[in-house]
């Protein structure tokens, strides 16, 4: 059945000339587009996406047979599309297209978008573009669909000294009259509608690093190319690290990086143009923490991942955008675990791992893979299951095949399908021929059902007893199961692949091993140990590898959350790893140290906080409070959690005095270690009064790299003070704080333990202005902060009042989102005594 969604296939394109034309002042555009068809039977109409266009007219010609006028364009809102009438009727054979239109360039951060700029010659305009998923539509009507794929010959016209960028390199330049340019790119590969892009402004680009024959540039603001190295240089490594990996050469002619003021997701890897936020690009290493560096260090890795395996290959549909980014994720792990093996990159992929099985724990989990018909089903597909999931699943695949068995199997998939589209087991197929391997049954269970399996250990006669059941957040179960690929390891023998079936399976250990079960944490599993197999293993954490340490305090974390444990003998264990030297690990301890500090009041808090002060002050002052200049990277930024969590958390007068000095030096440009000056922000947000405050918001005018804005911009809603919250929360919509980033402002004001509940009562408020001025797709992040609101009436209220306003772009993870809640607020019913009784003195 025709999908109604789905254009139909009579008539497809092979080639687009689009000339546009933005009039940066007006904020508008004009365009024309030749588009090269193959009409494959007789028609009478042509239907195309359009959306948000003017399509002033329209025709077709063929050598053959002559020109047919369009009598009549019908729009279709709903569909987003426009049906061109033909005069007469189209034989079958090749015929072109020709369109003129206009539109605007919009403030919504999609389709052919506005951004601006302010510096002392006064506001500047940048026509830019966001096309994924299905935004294409917005600026040029085209055939909005990734498997139609078409060359596109791209000519921008703008005023002179201008710059002006698309896919491929400039080519010819050549005046238009009236101060304005004619610019022709050379064509692009064969590719989807959703890769195209223009960049238009007044911007500085870096000289062309020579990658081997690629040129490498980076585009920003004028004035910023001193924070352009670390990204270039993350860029130039990445570009060879996939050539030789994947085995194919770059697939077009040239990278240029852009760093865009405004820009709603993170990157996008439009093919030769990649797009990027600022703080994702632009950075300063010497005034970065190493989390800030690997997050720019990841994007640069996974958009140009994308390069091949999304540009070259691609998905025929959206169904497959789950691939696409899983797949990138997981490449720029293993792309900046070989830049900077120093990072562990796989030891702190377990945080987004752990949030990815938080989500997929719940009952309103989904599967990674669904059928996708409308856009909004599309934009739904990106979140923490497509992403985090996906590359967690082909991590695991990988671990089990072994790393060039699995390298194979992508060589093989990419070069047998370059330049076309795929389904998922079209890879699973390659991998497959390979390997050897079943990894199509395999993983299609691991993509067709929701959920993951809780894999209980008990030491048997000739072994450890494996079974399975799916976790569940609820503590309850159902009757899902799963062939797993598993490591086991005994921490005194060797380390061996199992693939644990749906029965008990039986892995070979002598009597009284010490076995990790998924060694190396690389399996998507979660772990319970019984009849004494965990007390072997915590009496050897130091041969634990730091992800297996962590995944043994995730996996007790998430039995408290289901029900399986008391939080208290969480904070018990806690005590077992105040030794520890991972940053990974101590994140997650005071994360769940941080969910109990939200359900005590009073003197019970106040042991609380003396119990964390307990455990971090020993490790900190281990650490020592300064960093050294040949410490790790990774050393640094523990020292950051650490100050944070005894300062936050621990409310220690020490910690707030140490990061006032350090908060002070760094604001006033002294140099203070990334990590701590970081940490210290928060710390004084969290301390800090209506002085402070101020210096904050000059702090985040006045800061010289997109982090150090960052860090004063979201530290406005730690601050404790209901006025100073208003005041954070009123600027979200004025001109201080940019639309990208208003809804994180109050995803942390809802998370602000003390003011949540009035951030709360402002956003239902003022809802009907948020979604007036704030990108949609972000809504999600701007109600994500409701889920820490775990009082039985604020889940009430929140399931009320979001039945009346859905999120229909973000559906599922608006139910995640509540289910989470309700899962945090019987958290709060069960730990709450039993916290109390613990910290009763
Ligand atoms: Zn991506």
Not at 246 to 266: E, S, T
Not at 762 to 777: H, I, K, N
Request: with cysteine; net charge negative; proline share 5%.
């Amino acid at each position: 059945m025709q999908d109604r969604y789905r254009l139909p296939r009579a008539v497809v394109p092979a080639r687009y000339d689009l000339v546009l034309e933005p009039d940066l002042e007006a904020a508008t555009f004009a365009g024309t587009a030749e588009i090269a068809v193959e009409v494959h039977e007789r028609v009478d109409e042509i239907v195309v996406n359009a959306l948000d266009l003017t399509i002033e007219k329209a025709s077709i010609r063929s050598d053959g047979s002559g020109d047919i006028r369009v009598s009549d364009v019908t729009i279709d809102e709903e569909l987003q599309r426009a049906t061109l009438t033909l005069e007469s009727t189209a034989e079958p054979g090749s015929w072109t297209l020709a369109l003129t239109f206009r539109g605007d360039l919009n403030d919504q951060l999609h389709g052919f978008y506005r951004s601006t700029y302010t510096d002392d010659d006064g506001t500047h305009t940048i026509a830019t573009t966001q096309f994924e998923a299905a935004d294409a539509r917005r600026a040029f009507p085209c055939w909005d669909e990734p498997d139609l794929k078409a060359v596109f010959g791209i000519t921008l016209v703008v005023p002179e000294g201008v710059v002006a960028l698309s896919n491929g390199p400039e080519v010819a330049r050549e005046p238009a009259g009236d101060g304005r340019a004619r610019v022709r790119f050379a064509d692009t590969m064969s590719m989807s509608t959703y890769l195209v892009a223009f960049v238009v402004g007044r911007l500085e680009i870096t000289e062309p690093i020579d990658v081997d024959g690629v040129p490498l540039r980076l585009v920003h603001l004028p004035g910023k190319g001193h924070l352009s190295k670390f990204a270039l240089e993350a860029g130039e490594f990445s570009l060879r690290f996939f050539t030789d990996y994947y085995g194919i050469p770059y697939p077009d002619r040239k990278v240029d990086f852009v760093a865009l003021p405004d820009f709603a997701q993170g990157a996008m890897e439009n093919t030769g143009l990649i797009t990027y936020r600022e703080s994702l690009l632009l950075v300063d290493p010497m005034h970065a923490t190493q989390p800030e560096l690997e997050d720019i260090a990841d994007v640069v890795a996974h958009e140009l991942a994308h390069q091949w395996f999304g540009n070259l290959v691609t998905m025929r549909w959206w169904n497959g955008i789950w691939l696409n980014e899983a797949f990138a994720t997981f490449m720029a792990l293993l792309t900046v675990d070989a830049w900077r093996p120093d990072w562990e990159r796989w030891t702190s992929f377990g945080r987004y791992n752990t949030s990815a099985k938080e989500v997929d724990a719940l009952r309103s989990t989904r599967a990674v893979e669904y059928p996708v018909h409308s856009p909004d089903d599309a934009s739904g597909m990106f979140d923490v299951l497509t992403y985090q999931k996906g590359a967690a699943i082909l991590r695991m695949l990988e671990r089990y095949l072994g790393a060039d068995r699995f390298r194979d199997g992508i060589r093989l998939y990419l070069a047998r399908h370059a330049y076309g589209n795929t389904e998922t087991h079209d890879l699973w197929h390659a991998i497959e021929e390979s390997s050897g391997e079943p990894v199509r049954r395999i993983m299609d269970q691991w993509i067709w059902q929701g959920g993951y399996p809780l894999l209980t250990a008990s030491p048997a006669d000739d072994g450890i007893s494996i079974e399975q059941h799916r976790f569940v957040a609820d503590g309850g179960s159902d009757h899902a199961v799963w062939d797993v690929p598993l490591r086991v390891r005994a921490l005194d023998g060797d380390e061996t692949s199992v693939l644990v079936p749906a029965d008990a399976t039986m892995a070979p250990a002598s009597a009284g091993a010490a076995v990790v079960v998924n060694a190396g944490a690389s399996s998507f599993v979660r772990v319970r140990y019984e009849g004494g197999l965990l007390e072997r293993l915590t009496d050897r954490l130091p041969e634990l590898t730091p992800l297996e340490r962590y995944g043994l305090v995730d996996d007790h974390w998430a039995a408290v959350t289901s029900g399986a444990a008391p939080a208290t003998e969480f904070v018990a264990a806690a005590s077992r790893f105040g030794d520890d030297d991972d940053l990974a690990v101590w994140q997650l301890l005071l994360h769940g140290l941080g969910w109990c500090d939200r359900f005590l009041e009073g003197d019970h808090r106040e042991r609380l906080r003396a119990f964390v002060r307990g455990l971090v002050a020993p490790a900190m002052d281990r650490l020592g409070w300064e960093a050294d200049a040949d410490e790790p990277d990774r050393t640094r930024a523990l020292r950051g959690a650490l100050l944070q969590g005894l300062g936050v958390l621990g409310a220690d007068p020490n910690a707030e005095s140490a990061a006032r000095v350090f908060e002070a030096e760094a604001r006033a440009g002294k140099p203070v270690d990334a990590s701590l000056a970081a940490a210290a922000v928060n710390v004084v947000a969290f301390n800090g009064d209506a002085t402070d405050y101020e210096h904050f918001w000059t702090a985040f005018r006045e800061s010289p790299t997109p982090q150090e804005q960052y860090r004063y911009l979201f530290a406005l809603p730690l601050f404790r003070d209901p006025e100073l919250l208003e005041r954070t929360l009123d600027a979200t919509f004025g001109d201080d704080i940019r639309s990208q980033d208003a809804p994180f402002i109050f995803m942390y004001a809802m998370i602000n333990r003390d003011l949540g509940e009035r951030a709360w009562a402002a956003l239902r408020s003022r809802w009907d202005e948020t979604q007036e001025r704030f990108p949609s797709q972000l809504t999600i992040r701007l109600v994500d902060g409701t889920r820490y609101l775990t009082k039985p009436e604020q889940v009430a209220e929140a399931e009320a009042f979001f039945a009346e306003h859905p999120i229909p772009q973000s559906a599922k993870m608006l139910e995640q989102m509540l289910e989470r809640q309700r899962v945090a607020a019987a958290l709060r019913e069960r730990a709450t005594p039993d916290l109390e009784a613990y910290f009763s003195g």
